[in-house]
């Protein structure tokens, strides 16, 4: 028995403690462009951006662009459903 590929995406997404603290910023703030991200982690903005779209492709962000910025923002639902096929995985086998 494996974990399903979205759910394997997540965990290794939430892995990395920059990107864990990238994820607690979004409790504070609902929406951030790169640029605030960086500010508040005081990571370098190709750092962030490649972490949001790591975030991204796991399904824990979701992001709209408005001109030349991107906002991100939690992907809610997705999340929800990764939890629950990650409860799921872990009621079969334990």
């Keep these: 028995m494996t974990l399903p590929t979205d759910v394997n995406k997540f965990l290794q997404?939430?892995?990395n403690?920059?990107?864990q603290r990238i994820?607690?910023?979004f409790s504070q703030t609902h929406?951030?462009?790169v640029g605030v991200v960086a500010e508040r982690?005081?990571?370098g903005?190709?750092?962030v951006s490649e972490h949001l779209k790591q975030l991204k492709e796991a399904g824990l962000l979701s992001s709209e662009?408005?001109?030349k910025e991107v906002e991100?923002?939690?992907n809610v639902a997705q999340i929800k459903i990764t939890l629950d096929l990650l409860g799921q995985f872990l009621h079969k086998c334990c």
């Design 13 to 15: 997404a939430l892995s």
């Design 17 to 19: 403690e920059n990107r």
């Design 23 to 25: 994820m607690l910023l």
């Design 31 to 33: 929406v951030m462009t």
């Design 41 to 43: 982690t005081g990571l």
């Design 45 to 47: 903005m190709s750092t």
């Design 65 to 67: 662009k408005f001109g």
């Design 72 to 74: 991100y923002r939690p």
